[in-house]
Structures are given as structure tokens and as C-alpha cells.
């Protein structure tokens, strides 16, 4: 039986991102696999052969001493930080603070929002992705430059709209955030969405659909259907659509999403109208 080829870099590189492997941790390459340096016992003579021993430069660094409090008091934690903030870049130092959550000692950075804190119209997605994570700035990756095609179709851009995620910081390997993860971040979008207080407020697929809105049933069920949405002082027309991710695997439904995008632009009209 003939053996397989051993796999290209370029293959090798391929596999790690579908892996979710995409950023390193160091700058020097460390071999996990090799045996440890020896270590003599007490009063032990060493003996006259060679020693093997593990570079300097391969020593595994300490992790991160921050325990991260348990979840049910992060949570209230989060509630009590996010209802004192007057402001939007008051909630961004409060986050930027905050420690309750373990997703901000895996990320680069905070990725808080972008766009015009007065918009008539929000968009909330899940979590950040790579790109958003070196940036700084939500969808600005392939998703976010569909997005900005998106809006654009309905005569908006970023100058004009506020983008936002449910979680602000990027989940390792972009893996799904955990629901308690999901629960003690919720307080600081809500206020999020409270201060920008939009006309209109659409959630981008259905994990941000289903935490903002509370409701259980698929975007497939849900997307162009109208709902309200309470801040506690006002109620917000909320719209779920499709994530741009998931159009770019599924171009098929992007016809659904331009008519949500026509029901969007309908919408603002109204609201504009009735001021």
C-alpha cells in the first residue's frame, strides 16, 4: 500500500485555520513533545554522561494569575457596572475594566462599537472574529464588509448606523460563547443599546436574536418579522435578519435579506415621517 504524501505548509497552514488555530502565543517555536530537563535528587551525584537539556527559550510561559469570579456573581456584577454608566464611553471604561468575564483574558482587545452613537438604526451580531479582535472594530472582516454592502443598498454606511456585538470580546478560536459567558456580557449590551437608543434595532442572526429578543424559535422563523423591544423606557421596532457570515456560506438567502433590508429602509422612512 502506497503512504499518502506528507502534507504541504500550505496544507498544514489550511488545516490550523479551518482548526481555528489562526494567531501565536509566542515568537519562538516550542517543542511540547520533548522531554524535560532532569531533575537530580537531593545529594545525587551527577552522572558523567550527557545531560539533555530543554532550552531557555522553550520554557512554557505562567498563565494568567486573574481567577474569574463565579459566574452568578459576575453576572450581578455586570448589572450593577452597566446600570451606573451615563454615557457610551463611560460604559466602554466600564468594560474596559471589567473583569467577570474570562473571554477578556483570551482576546487581543475590546471590540466595543462603531458607527454613529445617534443613529436611527443599530445592528447587534454575536462576538467578534479575528480581524475584529486585531482592530478593535466590529465587522470589518469578509462579514462586515458584506454588511457594509447590506446597509449600503438601503442608503446607509457607517456614518449613518451604530454596530455592536452581544459579547465584546473574541471567543478563542471563534467557538461559540457559553451561555454564562453569553448572560454576564447581556447587562452591558442592553445599556448599549438603552444609550444609543435607536429608531430601529436589528439583531444579526439568531444567537443575538434570541438573547436580545428572548424569544427560542430559529432565524428561519424569525427573521422579517417585526418585534418590540423594551429598554425600560421606551420601546424599540427590533428586526432579526440573517448574520453576513452566514449569507457568505449560504448566498442562496441573501434574497430573503434584501427583502428585511427593504422592510428596514420602510421602516425608518415611518418613523422619520412620524417625528
Known amino acids: 500500500m502506497t ?68 459566574p452568578d456573581a459576575a453576572i450581578v456584577s455586570a448589572r450593577e457596572a452597566a446600570r451606573t454608566a451615563p454615557t457610551l464611553e463611560a460604559l466602554r471604561a466600564l468594560l474596559e475594566k471589567f473583569d467577570g468575564c474570562a473571554l477578556k483574558h483570551t482576546a487581543t482587545r475590546l471590540v466595543f462599537g462603531d458607527g454613529n452613537p445617534q443613529a436611527r438604526i443599530m445592528f447587534v451580531g454575536e462576538a467578534p472574529g479575528r480581524d475584529e479582535d486585531i482592530e478593535g472594530l466590529p465587522f470589518v472582516g ?4 458584506l454588511l457594509d454592502r447590506m446597509i449600503g443598498a438601503i442608503g446607509l454606511d457607517r456614518s449613518s448606523a451604530y454596530i455592536a456585538n452581544v459579547i465584546p470580546w473574541r471567543p478563542p478560536g471563534n467557538r461559540t460563547p457559553t451561555p454564562q459567558e453569553t448572560q454576564i456580557c447581556l447587562p ?70 434584501w427583502q428585511d433590508l427593504r422592510s428596514i429602509a420602510k421602516a425608518l422612512e415611518q418613523t422619520k415621517s412620524a417625528s
Not at 188 to 193: K, P, S, T
Not at 220 to 227: D, K, L, P, S
Not at 235 to 249: E, K, Q, S, V
Request: some cysteine; aromatic content about 6%; hydrophobic content about 40%.
Open 188 to 257: 452591558f449590551i442592553r445599556r448599549q443599546i438603552e444609550l444609543v437608543n435607536p429608531d430601529v434595532l436589528v439583531t444579526l442572526g439568531n444567537p443575538s436574536t434570541q438573547t436580545l429578543l428572548s424569544i427560542r424559535e430559529g432565524i428561519m422563523r424569525t427573521r422579517g418579522r417585526w418585534f418590540d423591544y423594551d429598554t425600560g423606557t421606551r420601546t424599540i421596532r427590533a428586526l432579526p435578519t440573517f448574520h453576513p457570515a452566514y449569507l457568505l456560506r449560504s448566498p442562496s438567502y441573501k434574497r430573503m435579506s
Open 3 to 70: 503512504p499518502e504524501p506528507a502534507p504541504t505548509v500550505r496544507q498544514l497552514l489550511a488545516f490550523y485555520l479551518e482548526a481555528g488555530v489562526d494567531c501565536a502565543l509566542a515568537e519562538e517555536p516550542l517543542d511540547r513533545l520533548a522531554d524535560p530537563a532532569p531533575v537530580p535528587a537531593a545529594g545525587a551525584t551527577a552522572s558523567p554522561g550527557p545531560v539533555r537539556t530543554v532550552p531557555a527559550a522553550a520554557a512554557i510561559p505562567a498563565p494568567r494569575a486573574e481567577p474569574a469570579p463565579a
Open 142 to 145: 469578509r462579514s462586515g464588509k
